[in-house]
T-cell receptor, first 117, second 114 residues
Framework: VQLVQSGAEVKKPGASVKVSCKAS????????MNWVRQAPGQGLEWMGR????????DYAEKYQGRVTMTRDTSSSTAYMELRNLRSDDTAFYYC???????????WGQGSLITVSS | DIVMTQSPDSLAVSLGERATINCKSS????????????LAWYQQKPGQPPKLLIN???TRDVGVPDRFSGSGSGTDFTLTISSLQAEDVAVYYC??????????FGQGTKLEIK
């Protein structure tokens, strides 16, 4: 199992970012893909998940209206778009696989998103 | 939301000694219908993503050394490293997956060598 994420980006406040996570080594549609973020030197925060089979999503209330998770089953890739970026959105963003029961057995390497004017 | 609180925030242990990290949840993580505790432990080394160590409170993931063990039930859980090795220096997180979203983590415990 491998989850390979897109690279680091620098964005201005108010902009949007779309992070990708390409999965390999397992059946992409058989597991949920979650997104977890970690501000520099801080702890882990679950943002939401997508069922790659159905496209159904669950988002943490904190991100409702500002995040969209999508997937492309043809390329086994999940995406997380975060809009209206603020400086406190500066963080590593990880994709992480889970089953129906949500513990995270495989993680991507992380994508550092820096929000700065 | 279920709040997860770890103690201590940081810990220094001598090589070969036992390290113990505690995790307390704001509500029970024990699901009565299957008698399972919906709690996981992760290890995060500097510059790396987290790694799953233990799920169901006490089941080691594949390849995790047996010096790592998890225990506890309900609201109180413990991660124990029986004989600390240099490569165990990391931050450790507990995570609950009992409730519907959000799935919450403890604040982390930083483990160092004394």
């Amino acid at each position: 199992v491998q989850l390979v994420q897109s690279g680091a980006e620098v964005k201005k406040p108010g902009a949007s970012v779309k992070v990708s996570c390409k999965a390999s080594g397992y059946t992409f549609t058989g597991y949920y893909m979650n997104w977890v973020r970690q501000a520099p030197g801080q702890g882990l925060e679950w943002m939401g998940r997508i069922n790659p089979n159905s496209g159904d999503t669950d988002y943490a209330e904190k991100y409702q209206g500002r995040v969209t998770m999508t997937r492309d089953t043809s390329s086994s890739t999940a995406y997380m778009e975060l809009r209206n970026l603020r400086s406190d959105d500066t963080a590593f963003y990880y994709c992480a696989r889970s089953g129906q029961v949500v513990y995270f057995d495989f993680w991507g390497q992380g994508s550092l998103i820096t929000v700065s004017s | 939301d279920i709040v997860m609180t770890q103690s201590p925030d940081s810990l220094a242990v001598s090589l070969g000694e036992r390290a113990t990290i505690n995790c307390k949840s704001s509500q029970s993580l024990l699901y009565s219908s299957n008698n399972q505790n919906y709690l996981a432990w992760y290890q995060q080394k500097p510059g790396q993503p987290p790694k799953l160590l233990i799920n169901w409170a006490s089941t080691r993931d594949v390849g995790v050394p047996d010096r790592f063990s998890g225990s506890g039930s309900g609201t109180d859980f413990t991660l124990t490293i029986s004989s600390l090795q240099a490569e165990d220096v990391a931050v450790y997180y507990c995570q609950q997956y009992y409730s519907s979203p959000p799935y919450t983590f403890g604040q982390g415990t930083k483990l160092e060598i004394k």
